[in-house]
């Protein structure tokens, strides 16, 4: 009869205690957590260079939402302004569907520039790397002589070279940040 009593006064001991906010409970068992405070290993940043980031990302988010509207919802026009529209694809869905990318790839700087950069340096490396296949394959294009205007390597490709150059810095500046 002691044991049954001592069981059940334990039970009652352990449904009644709680873990500390580092501990776990499982199976009679408590376990410890590590916490991993990214936080404190990220050293603070300087508020104009964060600013100036920001902005980056604001002017970058604008720039493709403006060219992601044109192309999804207005190719044709679009082609025809530029004197191309023998240019576009037979399928309209293939610029339309570009124009897409392009336009929730704008979000996406959008919300990049409004978050925790450091905390986003993972998609500072894909917004980058976004904008270095657009001014790699616009460039190649533009100097091969297989653009259907001089505007997607002049204009477009140049603008995300620059782009690119700005954000690997950024992203560079972040991840030295980030390993303290």
């Not at 906010?21 to 991993?36: A, I, S």
């Not at 297989?146 to 002049?154: D, V, Y």
Request: glycine share 8%; with cysteine; net charge positive.
């Amino acid at each position: 009869m002691e044991t049954r009593a001592q069981d059940r006064s334990i039970r009652k001991e352990q449904e009644h205690s709680r873990p500390a906010n580092d501990q776990v409970q499982l199976g009679g068992g408590t376990f410890h957590l590590r916490k991993r405070d990214r936080g404190s290993t990220i050293q603070a940043m300087n508020p104009a260079k964060e600013k100036y980031y920001r902005g980056l990302f604001v002017t970058a988010a604008a720039y493709d939402v403006l060219l992601g509207i044109i192309f999804t919802f207005l190719p044709r026009r679009a082609f025809e302004m530029l004197g191309i529209a023998n240019q576009l694809p037979a399928f309209g869905g293939y610029v339309t569907l570009l124009g897409a990318f392009v336009l929730v790839t704008g979000v996406a700087y959008y919300l990049i520039a409004r978050s925790d950069l450091r905390r986003n340096l993972d998609l500072v490396l894909v917004g980058t790397l976004y904008k270095l296949a657009y001014c790699t394959i616009a460039i190649y294009y533009w100097f091969v002589g297989e653009l259907p205007h001089l505007i997607f390597g002049a204009l477009f490709g140049v603008a995300d070279l620059i782009f690119f150059i700005l954000m690997a810095e950024c992203y560079t500046s972040l991840r030295k940040a980030a390993r303290g």
